[in-house]
Antibody, heavy 117, light 108 residues
Framework: QVQLVESGGGVVQPGRSLRLSCAAS????????MHWVRQAPGKGLEWVAV????????FYADSVKGRFTISKDNSKNMLYLQMNSLRAEDTAVYYC??????????WGQGTLVTVSS | DIQMTQSPSSLSASVGDRVTITCQAS??????LNWYQQKPGKAPKLLIY???NLETGVPSRFSGSKSGTDFTFTISSLQPEDIATYYC??????????FGPGTRVDIK
Protein backbone atom coordinates (compact mmCIF):
# COMPACT_ATOMS: atom_id res chain seq x y z
CA GLN A 1 0.00 0.00 0.00
CA VAL A 2 1.05 3.58 -0.59
CA GLN A 3 2.92 5.11 2.33
CA LEU A 4 4.44 8.54 2.78
CA VAL A 5 6.43 9.17 5.94
CA GLU A 6 7.78 12.63 6.72
CA SER A 7 10.66 13.36 9.05
CA GLY A 8 13.03 16.15 9.95
CA GLY A 9 10.73 18.55 11.74
CA GLY A 10 11.62 20.23 15.01
CA VAL A 11 12.24 23.53 16.73
CA VAL A 12 14.56 25.94 14.92
CA GLN A 13 15.54 29.55 15.47
CA PRO A 14 14.52 32.26 13.01
CA GLY A 15 16.99 32.60 10.16
CA ARG A 16 18.23 29.03 10.46
CA SER A 17 17.74 26.10 8.09
CA LEU A 18 16.01 22.75 8.22
CA ARG A 19 15.60 19.89 5.76
CA LEU A 20 12.47 17.78 5.67
CA SER A 21 12.40 14.31 4.18
CA CYS A 22 9.55 12.15 2.92
CA ALA A 23 10.07 8.41 2.41
CA ALA A 24 7.73 6.95 -0.21
CA SER A 25 6.79 3.31 -0.65
CA UNK A 26 4.12 1.15 -2.25
CA UNK A 27 4.15 2.83 -5.67
CA UNK A 28 6.53 3.68 -8.52
CA UNK A 29 7.88 6.93 -7.10
CA UNK A 30 9.59 7.97 -10.33
CA UNK A 31 6.23 8.11 -12.11
CA UNK A 32 4.67 10.75 -9.85
CA UNK A 33 5.00 14.41 -9.13
CA MET A 34 5.01 15.32 -5.47
CA HIS A 35 3.92 18.31 -3.39
CA TRP A 36 4.60 19.81 -0.01
CA VAL A 37 1.56 21.33 1.72
CA ARG A 38 1.66 22.97 5.13
CA GLN A 39 -0.82 23.89 7.84
CA ALA A 40 -0.10 26.48 10.50
CA PRO A 41 -1.56 25.71 13.95
CA GLY A 42 -5.33 26.14 13.85
CA LYS A 43 -5.25 27.38 10.26
CA GLY A 44 -6.09 26.07 6.80
CA LEU A 45 -4.03 24.28 4.20
CA GLU A 46 -1.36 26.14 2.24
CA TRP A 47 0.37 24.72 -0.80
CA VAL A 48 4.18 25.11 -0.63
CA ALA A 49 5.83 23.50 -3.65
CA VAL A 50 5.56 20.89 -6.40
CA UNK A 51 8.15 18.86 -8.27
CA UNK A 52 7.50 16.97 -11.45
CA UNK A 53 7.87 13.21 -11.61
CA UNK A 54 11.38 13.41 -13.11
CA UNK A 55 12.52 16.31 -10.93
CA UNK A 56 13.01 18.56 -13.94
CA UNK A 57 10.45 21.21 -13.03
CA UNK A 58 9.70 22.79 -9.68
CA PHE A 59 7.25 25.50 -8.65
CA TYR A 60 6.84 27.36 -5.37
CA ALA A 61 4.35 29.45 -3.48
CA ASP A 62 5.31 33.12 -3.40
CA SER A 63 5.62 32.91 0.40
CA VAL A 64 8.59 30.51 0.17
CA LYS A 65 10.12 31.31 -3.22
CA GLY A 66 13.86 31.91 -2.94
CA ARG A 67 14.03 30.34 0.54
CA PHE A 68 12.75 26.77 0.08
CA THR A 69 13.95 24.12 -2.39
CA ILE A 70 12.06 20.97 -3.27
CA SER A 71 13.91 17.94 -4.62
CA LYS A 72 13.38 14.24 -5.15
CA ASP A 73 15.73 11.28 -5.42
CA ASN A 74 14.00 8.67 -7.54
CA SER A 75 16.73 6.12 -6.83
CA LYS A 76 15.97 6.32 -3.10
CA ASN A 77 12.21 7.02 -3.27
CA MET A 78 12.75 10.18 -1.27
CA LEU A 79 11.27 13.68 -1.41
CA TYR A 80 12.96 16.61 0.30
CA LEU A 81 12.25 20.19 1.29
CA GLN A 82 15.25 22.34 2.12
CA MET A 83 14.06 25.32 4.12
CA ASN A 84 16.41 28.26 4.57
CA SER A 85 16.01 31.66 6.25
CA LEU A 86 13.13 30.33 8.32
CA ARG A 87 10.61 32.75 9.76
CA ALA A 88 8.06 32.49 12.55
CA GLU A 89 5.29 32.35 9.95
CA ASP A 90 6.80 29.12 8.56
CA THR A 91 5.69 27.35 11.74
CA ALA A 92 3.36 24.58 10.56
CA VAL A 93 2.78 20.91 10.06
CA TYR A 94 4.35 20.00 6.72
CA TYR A 95 2.76 17.25 4.65
CA CYS A 96 4.17 15.51 1.60
CA UNK A 97 1.55 14.44 -0.90
CA UNK A 98 1.46 12.47 -4.12
CA UNK A 99 0.09 14.15 -7.24
CA UNK A 100 -2.32 12.03 -9.22
CA UNK A 101 -3.78 13.99 -12.12
CA UNK A 102 -3.60 17.25 -10.19
CA UNK A 103 -5.11 15.86 -6.99
CA UNK A 104 -3.25 15.03 -3.78
CA UNK A 105 -4.40 11.44 -3.47
CA UNK A 106 -2.08 10.28 -0.68
CA TRP A 107 -0.74 12.28 2.26
CA GLY A 108 1.84 11.60 4.91
CA GLN A 109 1.12 12.04 8.60
CA GLY A 110 2.95 15.36 8.65
CA THR A 111 5.97 16.71 10.51
CA LEU A 112 5.83 19.79 12.75
CA VAL A 113 8.23 22.65 12.20
CA THR A 114 8.36 25.32 14.89
CA VAL A 115 10.35 28.46 14.24
CA SER A 116 11.01 30.21 17.51
CA SER A 117 13.82 31.86 19.41
CA ASP B 1 -3.91 34.74 -9.21
CA ILE B 2 -7.13 32.81 -8.82
CA GLN B 3 -8.83 33.19 -5.45
CA MET B 4 -11.09 30.58 -3.94
CA THR B 5 -13.88 31.50 -1.55
CA GLN B 6 -15.75 28.89 0.44
CA SER B 7 -19.02 29.13 2.35
CA PRO B 8 -20.13 28.76 4.99
CA SER B 9 -17.04 28.86 7.18
CA SER B 10 -18.79 26.55 9.61
CA LEU B 11 -22.09 24.76 9.99
CA SER B 12 -23.90 22.60 12.50
CA ALA B 13 -26.37 19.98 11.32
CA SER B 14 -28.20 16.95 12.64
CA VAL B 15 -27.44 13.36 11.79
CA GLY B 16 -29.25 12.51 8.57
CA ASP B 17 -29.37 16.10 7.32
CA ARG B 18 -28.31 17.11 3.84
CA VAL B 19 -25.23 19.35 4.03
CA THR B 20 -24.05 21.64 1.24
CA ILE B 21 -20.79 23.58 0.96
CA THR B 22 -20.03 26.03 -1.84
CA CYS B 23 -16.70 27.01 -3.33
CA GLN B 24 -16.44 29.89 -5.78
CA ALA B 25 -13.52 30.72 -8.04
CA SER B 26 -12.61 34.28 -8.98
CA UNK B 27 -12.52 33.24 -12.63
CA UNK B 28 -13.36 30.25 -14.81
CA UNK B 29 -11.35 27.20 -13.68
CA UNK B 30 -13.08 24.58 -15.80
CA UNK B 31 -13.44 21.44 -13.67
CA UNK B 32 -10.07 21.88 -11.99
CA LEU B 33 -11.38 21.49 -8.47
CA ASN B 34 -11.01 18.84 -5.78
CA TRP B 35 -12.56 18.38 -2.31
CA TYR B 36 -10.81 17.09 0.82
CA GLN B 37 -11.91 16.04 4.29
CA GLN B 38 -9.67 16.67 7.29
CA LYS B 39 -10.52 15.19 10.65
CA PRO B 40 -8.91 16.71 13.77
CA GLY B 41 -5.27 15.74 14.13
CA LYS B 42 -5.24 13.87 10.84
CA ALA B 43 -3.97 14.47 7.34
CA PRO B 44 -6.49 15.54 4.69
CA LYS B 45 -8.18 12.89 2.58
CA LEU B 46 -9.19 13.26 -1.06
CA LEU B 47 -12.95 12.79 -1.52
CA ILE B 48 -13.88 14.31 -4.89
CA TYR B 49 -11.65 15.06 -7.88
CA UNK B 50 -12.27 17.05 -11.05
CA UNK B 51 -15.37 18.63 -9.49
CA UNK B 52 -17.65 15.61 -9.48
CA ASN B 53 -15.71 12.33 -9.48
CA LEU B 54 -15.88 10.25 -6.32
CA GLU B 55 -12.51 8.93 -5.18
CA THR B 56 -12.33 5.15 -4.87
CA GLY B 57 -13.53 3.89 -1.51
CA VAL B 58 -15.33 7.11 -0.55
CA PRO B 59 -18.98 6.62 0.52
CA SER B 60 -21.57 7.56 -2.06
CA ARG B 61 -23.26 10.05 0.31
CA PHE B 62 -20.49 12.45 -0.72
CA SER B 63 -20.85 14.20 -4.07
CA GLY B 64 -19.68 17.24 -5.99
CA SER B 65 -21.06 19.36 -8.81
CA LYS B 66 -20.38 22.52 -10.78
CA SER B 67 -22.50 25.38 -12.03
CA GLY B 68 -20.63 28.16 -13.79
CA THR B 69 -17.80 29.22 -11.47
CA ASP B 70 -19.58 27.80 -8.43
CA PHE B 71 -18.78 24.36 -7.10
CA THR B 72 -20.96 22.49 -4.63
CA PHE B 73 -19.99 19.71 -2.25
CA THR B 74 -22.85 17.72 -0.72
CA ILE B 75 -23.21 15.17 2.04
CA SER B 76 -26.60 13.62 1.35
CA SER B 77 -27.12 12.25 4.87
CA LEU B 78 -24.72 13.52 7.53
CA GLN B 79 -23.16 10.82 9.70
CA PRO B 80 -21.30 11.25 13.02
CA GLU B 81 -18.04 10.22 11.37
CA ASP B 82 -18.35 13.09 8.90
CA ILE B 83 -17.38 15.63 11.55
CA ALA B 84 -14.42 17.34 9.94
CA THR B 85 -13.22 20.39 8.07
CA TYR B 86 -13.75 20.28 4.32
CA TYR B 87 -11.53 22.10 1.84
CA CYS B 88 -11.92 22.81 -1.84
CA UNK B 89 -8.74 22.98 -3.87
CA UNK B 90 -8.10 24.39 -7.34
CA UNK B 91 -5.19 23.27 -9.45
CA UNK B 92 -3.55 24.84 -12.48
CA UNK B 93 -1.52 23.15 -15.17
CA UNK B 94 1.87 23.39 -13.46
CA UNK B 95 0.31 22.11 -11.11
CA UNK B 96 0.03 24.62 -8.31
CA UNK B 97 -2.67 24.19 -5.70
CA UNK B 98 -4.93 26.84 -4.21
CA PHE B 99 -6.99 25.76 -1.23
CA GLY B 100 -10.20 27.32 -0.04
CA PRO B 101 -10.32 28.51 3.59
CA GLY B 102 -12.27 25.45 4.75
CA THR B 103 -15.69 24.66 6.18
CA ARG B 104 -15.97 23.15 9.64
CA VAL B 105 -18.88 20.70 9.97
CA ASP B 106 -20.24 19.79 13.42
CA ILE B 107 -23.14 17.73 14.68
CA LYS B 108 -26.02 19.72 16.18
Amino acid sequence: QVQLVESGGGVVQPGRSLRLSCAASGFTFSNYGMHWVRQAPGKGLEWVAVIWYDGNKKFYADSVKGRFTISKDNSKNMLYLQMNSLRAEDTAVYYCTRDRRRAADYWGQGTLVTVSS
Amino acid sequence: DIQMTQSPSSLSASVGDRVTITCQASQDISNYLNWYQQKPGKAPKLLIYDASNLETGVPSRFSGSKSGTDFTFTISSLQPEDIATYYCQHYDTLPRFTFGPGTRVDIK
